[in-house]
Structure formats: C-alpha cells, structure tokens
C-alpha cells in the first residue's frame, strides 16, 4: 500500500513562512525523486520543486527559487517544503510527488492547502 501524505499548510500572513512535510511509505523512498506540485482554482498544476534521490539534483520554478527549500530525510521517508517570504499567489492545493525513471512509478499526495492572506 503506497502512501504520500502531506501536511503542514495552513493560513499566513503575506511575508510569514510555512514548513510542508510529505511522509511517505509502501515502496523505497530514497530510490524515488520527490517533488512538490502546487494548484490553485482555475489554473493548471506547476511543478514547485524536485530533489533528486540522494539529494544531488534540486529544481526550483522561478516563481518560487530564493524562498522556497526543498529537502529529504530519507531515514524517516519524508520529504518536506520550506516556504517563507510567502506571498498572496502562492496560494495553492500543494502536493507530493514521488517517482522513478528506473521501476516507472508515479505516486501523489491529497494535497494540503495553503493560504496566503492578510
């Protein structure tokens, strides 16, 4: 049974900071690149911020590079997003991704919601 289950969104205040977290199970984490996607209503789904397995490759859209970071505690299969100057448009559903080019698995969280409003 494979899981991905994010949270730590919530309500901020524009400028304020918010840690994600994405516990995962059922399959072997740090053989899987994880990634945060976010979704805001009438928009498509971005890609926020990938780490590679063993943590040597990091990605980060632009929107979000500087403010964002994205790490990985594979000795307790999570991943997690810290998030601080955060502003009104980062507002989103956020969810985890794992996958793997090597066994072709593609997993998703529920998501967690982040509001940013003062």
């Known amino acids: 049974q494979v899981t991905l289950v994010e949270s730590g969104g919530g309500l901020v205040k524009p400028g304020g900071s918010l840690r994600l977290s994405c516990a995962a199970s059922?399959?072997?984490?740090?053989?899987?690149?994880m990634s945060w996607y976010r979704q805001a209503p009438g928009k498509e789904r971005e890609l926020v911020a990938s780490?590679?397995?063993?943590?040597?490759?990091?990605n980060y859209a632009d929107s979000v590079k500087g403010r964002f970071t994205i790490s990985r505690d594979d000795a307790k299969n999570t991943v997690y997003l810290q998030m601080d100057s955060l502003k009104p448009e980062d507002t989103a559903l956020y969810y985890c991704?794992?996958?793997?080019?090597?066994?072709?698995?593609?997993?998703w969280g529920q998501g967690t919601q982040v509001t940013v409003s003062s």
């Open positions: 059922g399959f072997t984490f740090s053989s899987y690149a």
């Open positions: 780490i590679s397995g063993g943590s040597a490759m990091i």
């Open positions: 991704n794992a996958n793997s080019r090597w066994w072709k698995n593609d997993y």
